[in-house]
């Protein structure tokens, strides 16, 4: 087994933070912040997800129904997200 490590991914101009076993688990910008310019924090979201899938392992079929409400049912439908909340405070946005 492997331990945390993080890579940095020169085409996409981001490092990737990789837990044990190498999957990424979190990209990091602090070098070259991303800019995204949107109406509101969640397009914003849905913006930085659809241009990182790729490097999260997310399939860009998984973002179709981002502005959908989550399901309160589990059922056999494949995997997708979809936002949840989103919370201010002063001059910050976080989606959920």
Same mark, same amino acid.
């Given at each position: 087994?492997?331990?945390?490590?993080?890579?940095?991914? $020169? $085409?996409?101009?981001?490092?990737?933070?990789?837990?044990?076993?190498?999957?990424?688990?979190?990209?990091?910008?602090?070098?070259?912040?991303?800019?995204?310019?949107?109406?509101?924090?969640?397009?914003?979201?849905?913006?930085?997800?659809?241009?990182?899938?790729?490097?999260?392992?997310?399939?860009?079929?998984?973002?179709?129904?981002?502005?959908?409400?989550? $399901?309160?049912?589990?059922?056999?439908?494949?995997?997708?997200?979809?936002?949840?909340?989103?919370?201010?405070?002063?001059?910050?946005?976080?989606?959920?």
């Amino acid at each position: 087994m492997g331990q945390p490590a993080q890579q940095f991914n $020169s $085409s996409r101009n981001v490092y990737l933070d990789l837990d044990e076993h190498g999957v990424v688990r979190q990209l990091v910008h602090t070098h070259a912040p991303v800019a995204i310019a949107a109406a509101t924090p969640q397009l914003v979201a849905a913006a930085y997800l659809q241009q990182f899938a790729g490097l999260l392992g997310v399939q860009t079929a998984q973002l179709v129904n981002l502005g959908s409400p989550p $399901s309160k049912n589990v059922d056999g439908s494949p995997v997708e997200f979809r936002f949840l909340r989103e919370k201010h405070q002063f001059d910050t946005a976080t989606v959920a």
